[in-house]
């Protein structure tokens, strides 16, 4: 089953939506890259998720995670109101600035 996934960083008050299968596992890398943040620091709800050289989650598919921060009274990504949180230290690509 496919599912649409609201991500909210408010550090940068910035959301993006992701269309992702519930068996699939999670690819830190894309959900980094689309907010400029650096890979190894991505965060979702609070939580460091696990992650191969690759930042794809080993064992975590979304299906597992949404059920796990559904459990605990998290927010999903269901909706606009509750997206999921993400968290990170900007990337170093993504902070270059233009000098004469």
Known sequence: MQRTV???????????QLVARDDQRLDLGSIARSFGLDPATVKLNGHFISRGVDFIAS???WK??????????LS??????????VDGKL????????ER
């Open 6 to 16: 609201q991500l909210f960083c408010p550090s940068l008050s910035k959301a993006v």
């Open 76 to 85: 999903t990504g269901t909706a606009d109101s509750a997206a999921l949180l």
């Open 59 to 61: 064992s975590v598919t």
């Open 64 to 73: 597992s995670l949404i059920s796990f921060f559904s459990s605990r009274g």
């Open 91 to 98: 990337s170093k690509s993504g902070c270059k600035r233009f």
